[in-house]
């Protein structure tokens, strides 16, 4: 079942999928698309959905009689749409959904980065399934993403997936438009974004949706940086889900740059600056080591240098050795209140307690 060792995927739906006749929501290819996100799901594996269609959902109820259309008619179809999209979502389901809109501000801003990614981490930790958007109705011009493939890459990097797989009306990527070349050949793989690859991609050919075949060539070249195998698959045909669901390829495949955690562990340990040290009682050195736990409250005994929520701090035992790097849920001024204490007293201290980890495993890359 799917690619062995994927066990968190992002998978994008575009609205030419949600809203296939650009006014309302239609489930004629939700339902098999919501198929395999329950196989998945049964399978074990962690799943984020990343959908489009909100103003496309939106158009059938605010009327606006021609091209293009005003921001302002835009931003109420989305506000429309978003609530039928995730409703229709939601009927396909037996399992709770979750909302997640997200504006390029929130995923460029250290804290809300960090915030993001805890709620994610958590609903996925209670089985819900985390849909995620760009916040339409709000974000301008100049703090949009602007198209959800790319907006999915960020999401895929941000929760370490395995794999990002965009679904699309088209079977992947062809060396020019199948469209309007009948020549066109389809390629399943490819090794290395080059700029043979974007000029194969060409402008964009949709009608409904924002993307085109380039944006998911931007998004593939994103995640395969980061280790994420990206798939490009056309998600009206039922055939490429059976497919993937055993184990065999489907679409065009990106085949990833490197190893995922490796592409982690490296922009931990040499790509983020360290903005300050911790140090570690014996108890959370054994656990940092030897059973990849995370670090709590509790088991840190002095705070070094001045840092900020999010910031990336060296962990280090009682001599001083550097053990590993992490991010820090914490200010340098509220770990001084709360190290030493258990986690239950953190809301006691500080008025407020982010997340019950110090610094979570996901976030620490280990010094060896
Ligand atoms: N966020 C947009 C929507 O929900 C879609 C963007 C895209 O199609 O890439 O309508």
Redesign the pocket.
């Known amino acids: 079942m799917l690619k062995s060792g994927w066990q968190r995927i992002v998978i994008k739906v575009?609205?030419a999928l949600i809203a296939p006749q650009a006014k309302g929501c239609s489930t004629r290819y939700l339902l098999a698309i919501a198929r395999f996100i329950n196989e998945c799901r049964q399978y074990g594996v962690q799943v984020v959905l990343v959908?489009?269609?909100?103003?496309?959902?939106g158009k059938a109820a605010i009327a606006f009689p021609h091209h293009p259309l005003p921001i302002n008619i835009k931003q109420a179809m989305?506000a429309v749409?978003?609530t039928q999209?995730m409703a229709t979502w939601s009927h396909l389901f037996d399992f709770r959904c979750a909302q997640i809109l997200l504006t390029h501000d929130d995923l460029a801003d250290r804290r809300r980065y960090l915030n993001i990614d805890n709620t994610l981490r958590t609903l996925l930790e209670h089985q819900v399934l985390p849909i995620v958007?760009?916040n339409?109705s709000v974000a301008t011009a100049e703090l949009r993403v602007?198209?959800?493939?790319n907006?999915a890459a960020m999401v895929a990097i941000l929760v370490d997936a395995d794999a990002l797989i965009i679904c699309s009306d088209i079977n992947g990527l062809y060396s020019a438009n199948p469209r309007v070349d009948a020549a066109a050949q389809f390629i399943p793989r490819v090794k290395q974004i080059t700029s043979d690859i974007y000029a194969m991609a060409g402008g964009s050919h949709?009608t409904?949706?924002?993307?085109g075949m380039v944006?998911k060539i931007q998004a593939a070249e994103k995640a395969t940086r980061q280790g994420i195998d990206t798939l490009i698959i056309n998600g009206q045909n039922t055939d490429s889900f059976e497919t993937l669901l055993r184990g065999e390829p489907a679409g065009t495949l990106f085949v990833r740059q490197q190893d995922r955690r490796s592409a982690k562990k490296h922009w931990l340990l040499h790509s983020l600056k360290s903005q300050g040290s911790i140090t570690l009682d014996a108890g959370a050195v054994q656990a940092l080591l030897h059973k990849g736990a995370s670090l709590l409250a509790k088991g840190v005994t002095a705070v070094n240098g001045q840092f900020d929520k999010g910031d990336a701090i060296w962990l280090c035992d009682g001599a001083g050795k550097q053990l590993a790097k992490g991010i820090c849920q914490y200010s340098s001024t509220e770990l001084l209140l709360i190290q030493g204490l258990h986690s239950q007293k953190i809301s006691e201290i500080l008025g407020f307690c982010p997340s019950e980890e110090v610094v979570h495993r996901d976030d620490i890359a280990l010094n060896n």
């Open positions: 575009g609205s959908s489009s269609g909100s103003v496309a959902a989305a749409g978003q999209m958007n760009e339409d602007g198209d959800n493939d907006l949709h409904i949706g924002t993307g944006t």
